[in-house]
């Protein structure tokens, strides 16, 4: 069945510094959806992606869907405090629209 | 709007026993999906329910049942508990899965097996 991997699976960085976190598929997916989970919280919807090539920003996230449709990336501009969690992707099956998730990465601020 | 309401938060059971899960979805979703987190194991989907009939199963035994009552309420029964079940369990309802509509999470439940 489909699967999607992404990495990596933790990030540290220092405050300021940018974060990136990839999602790969060795088949085409027909959409890919980003969460963040804040830690002790639960994951919260960010974006879904659907067109070859897409980018989609929100403030400091920039979001891309690969010309494929078999990747995707998250990528955070100078990281902040606040966007410390573990950050996923998940894309449906076409054959039973069941969310197929990505492990996560977590993101970690150095102190 | 109110948000998916899970209950109880918390629920501390022992081996052997039977323990039952509730979850209340967003006003007018349909679809009710659920999933068990552990650390380090990222999220498993349970189970999918849309219109009362469930419509998507994950690898999970048996054990793990679910239903969805007419108002689209959810319940997740798990049977015969075994250590390994202890987890954070999270219900998502959307509008429909099928149209890939983005996933409400509520909080979740805590579950400690003794």
């Known amino acids: 069945g489909q699967q999607v991997m992404q990495i990596p699976q933790y990030q540290h960085v220092q405050e300021g510094e940018d974060f990136t976190t990839y999602c790969n598929s060795s088949?085409?997916?027909?959409?890919i959806q980003w969460y963040k989970q804040r830690p002790g919280g639960h994951p919260v919807f960010l974006i879904q992606l659907v067109k070859s090539g897409e980018v989609k920003k929100q403030k400091r996230l920039t979001f891309q869907f690969g010309e494929a449709k078999k990747n995707s990336s998250l990528h955070i501009t100078a990281t902040q405090t606040t966007d410390v969690g573990t950050y996923f992707c998940?894309?449906?099956?076409?054959?039973?629209?069941?969310?197929?998730w990505g492990a996560g990465t977590k993101l970690i601020i150095k102190p | 709007k109110a948000g998916v309401t899970q209950t109880p938060r918390y629920l501390i059971k022992t081996r052997g026993q039977q323990v039952t899960l509730s979850c209340s979805p967003i006003s007018g979703h349909r679809s009710v999906s659920w999933y068990q987190q552990t650390p380090g194991q990222g999220l498993q989907f349970l189970f999918e329910y849309f219109s009362e009939t469930q419509r998507n199963k994950g690898n999970f035994p048996g054990r793990f049942s679910g239903r969805q009552f007419s108002n689209s309420r959810s319940e997740m029964n798990v049977s015969t508990l075994e250590l390994g079940d202890s987890a954070l369990y999270l219900c998502?309802?959307?509008?429909?899965?099928?149209?890939?509509?983005?996933?409400?999470f509520g909080d979740g439940t805590r579950l400690s097996i003794l």
């Open positions: 088949t085409t997916l027909s959409n």
């Open positions: 998502a309802s959307s509008l429909d899965m099928a149209s890939n509509q983005p996933q409400h």
């Open positions: 998940a894309s449906s099956q076409d054959s039973n629209y069941q969310l197929i």
